[in-house]
């Protein structure tokens, strides 16, 4: 991949994303992203592009990834080109590193997890890394290699919630960019793979809403095109749990796909006609494109969904 970037020749038009990371199979709270972005996309005639974020190998479930593109086939959600591995790219995450390394803003971290927990500060997000090792000068050699952040406050208006801002270094952080076992961290790998395939519009949920600061300010050092943002309410169970792989949320099923799209449907806002339900699974996403209106998303941060 070639920096800095200068233009958008051959990428006019709407370009959507899916990511999911292949550590277990898609659950409702996926699918409902999923579904967003894919009708976002295909009512403005623009593509829908999947990229299988699988950097973080000890996460990674062997079975994973085949079952997620069985789930999104039967839910007719089909993408357009090949899906972008993340593994397949490690040179562009090497090149972007490179880059930021050139101008000064790498450094060395040591701190192990406990020192972590013991020095961080609260943030609104979390907890914030207060810096500790600036200015030491600590050789790269198998440790993390962190991004140092200035003080400056970065603004979005993001189309799901709103006006959102944060002030990096006091809220954020200095943030790894590889881990000390060498993999590549999520901001790092997403800011560039938003780039190389073009993405106009990310949706996702809103539990990424500050990992859209951490991205925003990589992507001005890298001089990359920005996209705008969609943040979506999550969904979460009757104890306000998120639906999530480590919440052990259930699979959706293949054989269900009907009832999974309408779900999803009513719960985005879409008030979908009841006899929908006991349509095809092409007759429903054909419903959701002609009718999709991103407006009518609840503007919460949690969606309840009860019986599955
Ligand atoms: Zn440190």
Known sequence: ME??????????GYRGRF???PSGPLHLGSLLTALASYLQARQQKGRWLLRIDDLDRPRIAADAEGRILRQLEAHGLLWDDPPRRQSDHLPDYHAALDRLRAQGLIYACACTRAQLMQQSLPGPDGLVYNGHCRGLGLPEEGLALRLRVPTERLQIIDAGQGGQSRQLERELGDFVLRRRDGIFGYQLACAVDEHAQGITE??????LLSSTFFQLHLMHRLRLRVPSYRHLPLLTDTGDRKLSKQNHAVAIEESQASHNLSLCLELLGQNPPPALKRASVTEIVAWGITHWSAERIPKRHSLVVGSL
């Open 19 to 21: 990511a999911p990371t």
């Open 202 to 207: 990310v949706v996702r949920g809103v539990d």
């Open 3 to 12: 920096f800095p970037f200068v233009g958008s020749s051959s990428q006019a």
